[in-house]
């Protein structure tokens, strides 16, 4: 399955690595793909609890969830 997230607050490259280097250390996370000039994030997961721990974890790296 896959999903994306709008994802506030990215700026720059630096900003993709880290929520991609953050978000594929999630267990049956398979693909992700960060874009800051979109601000969004896609991932291929494998469960819906997937898709809320990445919510966490963006959070948790200071950016903000949007909708």
């Known amino acids: 399955m896959e999903k994306t997230i709008k994802v506030?607050?990215?700026?720059?490259?630096g900003c993709e690595f880290v929520l991609k280097d953050t978000?594929?250390?999630i267990s049956g996370i398979k693909e992700v793909?960060?874009?800051h000039k979109k601000?969004?994030?896609t991932i291929?997961?494998?469960s819906e609890k997937n898709v809320a721990e990445t919510?966490?974890?963006?959070e948790s790296e200071g950016y903000k969830?949007?909708?």
């Open 8 to 13: 506030g607050g990215m700026h720059c490259n």
């Open 23 to 25: 978000i594929e250390g």
């Open 33 to 35: 793909r960060a874009d």
């Open 39 to 41: 601000g969004t994030v």
């Open 44 to 46: 291929k997961y494998e």
């Open 55 to 58: 919510k966490k974890a963006i």
């Open 65 to 67: 969830v949007i909708g």
